[in-house]
């Protein structure tokens, strides 16, 4: 069965630093890879995603991903955060051609 | 346009009790999924709709759960004898076609059972 592993529950840097958020995921055939972020009070917001090409993807606000197939990983990162960038951010897996496995989520908090 | 839209925001019910939660999806968009997001947890699958009918109903966690879809727009996510570990935020999700299709969120209703 497909599944996704977030493996930091939590995660604080500060503002100006760079950020990376790790997800490995199992999948038996090629990946569709999704990284998601969510702000309190808000829906799941898509921040990038991969099907096929160029293993490094670029989202938006800044944000990149790089999928490694030999690692089975999807990390997210960022050169430089900015404290409006807390928030929880969730991989996910597209399974079956239509539903998301998603990871438990990494909860990004920002010191000035 | 107006993006995936949710109501109620919050529902508090009591154990024992019927509910329903409605979606609105983009307009035009053909697919849409159902979510339910436990406290600490990402969003696990429930259901998905192509058009009118329930392609994937496989993560409806029993029979207690039923959702419908009857115009190919709106949907409502119904359960039944509600139980204190139906408390979640139940997500609707919709896409243009469905498959690959990025999925666009709303922002979710929480359900709190007492």
């Known amino acids: 069965a497909q599944s996704v592993t977030q493996p930091d529950i939590h995660i604080t840097v500060s503002e100006g630093a760079s950020l990376e958020l790790r997800c490995n995921y199992s999948y038996g055939a090629t990946p569709y890879l999704f990284w998601y972020v969510q702000s309190p009070g808000q829906g799941l917001q898509l921040l990038l995603k991969y099907f096929s090409g160029d293993t490094l993807v670029q989202g938006i606000k800044g944000f990149e991903a790089e999928f490694k197939r030999s690692q089975s990983s999807f990390n997210l990162r960022k050169p430089s955060v900015h404290w409006s960038d807390a928030a929880e951010y969730f991989c996910a897996v597209g399974a079956d051609g239509n539903k998301l496995v998603f990871g438990a989520g990494t909860i990004l908090r920002v010191k000035s | 346009g107006a993006g995936v839209s949710q109501t109620p925001s919050n529902k508090v019910t009591e154990k024992g009790k019927y509910v329903e939660l409605r979606c609105d999806p983009i307009?035009?968009?053909?697919?849409l999924y159902w979510y339910r997001q436990s406290l600490g947890q990402g969003p696990e699958f429930l259901i998905y709709?192509?058009?009118?009918?329930?392609?994937?109903d496989s993560g409806l966690p029993n029979d207690r759960f039923f959702a419908v879809r009857p115009e190919g727009s709106v949907s409502t996510l119904k359960i039944q004898r509600t139980e204190r570990g139906d408390s979640a935020v139940y997500l609707c999700?919709?896409?243009?076609?469905?498959?690959?299709?990025?999925?666009?969120f709303g922002p979710g209703t929480r359900l709190t059972v007492l």
């Open positions: 709709f192509q058009g009118t009918g329930a392609a994937d």
């Open positions: 307009s035009g968009h053909t697919a």
């Open positions: 999700a919709s896409s243009l076609t469905g498959g690959v299709d990025t999925q666009y």
